[in-house]
């Protein structure tokens, strides 16, 4: 299993550009998230999806948007950057449909600079 | 609660000490607790997690112990090595389905 892949690895926009991050995963995992990590900080949750077709807002959603029309991707939409949103975003996925608490395994990252 | 800021907590131990890393949480109603090593450039890497129904578990070299009364959890590394550098984050579920809510990380430099 290449478990969650991440891409792309590094991404520079101007403000105001949009983009997609993409995330897959092929462990058949049916819960997802978007997490953002800030210098010296701990992460964040942005959005998650407990299955295919349901995704729901985390600690910080604003400026971002996600779809969830597989169980395997999990795209993360910048409608319009901002310098803000200058962050190193993680995705991960874990077994289980949001009820339960499971062990969330993170992909290797997308560092994103918003000039 | 977690702590917030540019300049993480840092801890540095000599090779072949144990290290402990401890980790304050906010929520008392949270029932699961991870902790994650990152190392950098890299994504989390899962090391070990405790249920709220025990007060130590212990794993490969890592021992977690929780004290609910304090709300207070740490992670003790054996016979820490070099490759046991990195960061170290902390993360809560506050009984919310799977969303985690995590501390701002301790740094561990192991010296040789």
């Known amino acids: 299993n290449a478990g969650v892949t991440q891409t792309p690895k590094f991404q520079v926009l101007k403000t105001g550009q949009s983009m997609t991050l993409q995330c897959a995963q092929d462990?058949?995992?049916?819960?997802m998230s978007w997490y953002r990590q800030d210098p010296g900080m701990g992460l964040r949750l942005i959005h998650y999806?407990?299955?295919?077709?349901i995704t729901d807002q985390g600690e910080v959603p604003n400026g971002y948007n996600v779809s969830r029309s597989t169980t395997e991707d999990f795209p993360l939409r910048l409608l319009s950057a901002a310098p803000s949103q200058t962050s190193v975003y993680f995705c991960?996925?874990?077994w289980g449909s949001g009820s339960g608490v499971e062990t969330q395994y993170f992909g290797p990252g997308t560092r994103l600079l918003v000039l | 609660g977690e702590s917030v800021g540019l300049h993480l907590p840092t801890l540095s131990v000599q090779e072949g000490d144990n290290s402990i890393i401890n980790c304050a949480y906010s929520?008392?109603?949270?029932?699961?607790f991870i902790w994650y090593k990152q190392e950098s450039g890299k994504g989390p890497q899962f090391i070990i997690d405790?249920?709220?129904?025990?007060d130590k578990r212990q794993g490969q070299r890592v021992t977690v112990l929780l004290n609910k009364t304090v709300k207070h959890l740490s992670l003790q590394i054996a016979a820490t090595q070099p490759g046991d550098s990195a960061v170290y984050f902390c993360?809560?579920?506050?009984?919310?389905?799977?969303?985690?809510?995590f501390g701002a990380g301790t740094i561990l430099r192991v010296k040789s």
């Open positions: 991960a996925s874990s």
């Open positions: 929520n008392s109603a949270s029932d699961y």
């Open positions: 405790i249920r709220s129904n025990m």
């Open positions: 993360a809560e579920n506050a009984g919310r389905g799977n969303k985690l809510v």
């Open positions: 462990m058949n995992h049916e819960y």
């Open positions: 999806s407990v299955g295919a077709g």
